[in-house]
Nanobody, 120 residues
Framework: QVQLVESGGGLVQVGDSLRLSCAASGRAFIWSRMGWFRQAPGKEREFVAAIGSISADRNYADSVKGRFTISRDNAKSTIALQMNSLKPDDTAVYYC?????????????WGQGTQVTVSS
């Protein structure tokens, strides 16, 4: 079993930055590919970013590439998502997850989510 707890969401303005964090416990975090997905009201779940056990292995959705950066700290069993140049379309609940596959996206575990709202 895996427990994932997200934090850092909030209400920001267009162009602002926000940093999401996720604390993981319950399994060998260091070996897990971790990531984020988001879901806006009335929309499908959308893959955002993933990072392998080796931090050089990173993947991003085209919609966030160049604006978002995913990172991990294996010593602390945490991952983070730095979000810059936020847009209204980024408004969603963001979930931290253990990523099973990227294409197509699938997840083994995820947290309760944290709301990100970008106001224009």
């Amino acid at each position: 079993q895996v427990q994932l707890v997200e934090s850092g969401g909030g209400l920001v303005q267009v162009g602002d930055s926000l940093r999401l964090s996720c604390a993981a416990s319950g399994r060998a975090f260091i070996w897990s590919r971790m990531g984020w997905f988001r879901q806006a009201p009335g929309k499908e779940r959308e893959f955002v970013a993933a990072i392998g056990s080796i931090s050089a292995d990173r993947n991003y959705a085209d919609s966030v590439k160049g604006r978002f950066t995913i990172s991990r700290d294996n010593a602390k069993s945490t991952i983070a998502l730095q979000m810059n140049s936020l847009k209204p379309d980024d408004t969603a609940v963001y979930y931290c997850a253990v990523v099973r596959t990227i294409k197509p996206p699938s997840y083994d575990y995820w947290g309760q989510g944290t709301q990100v709202t970008v106001s224009s």
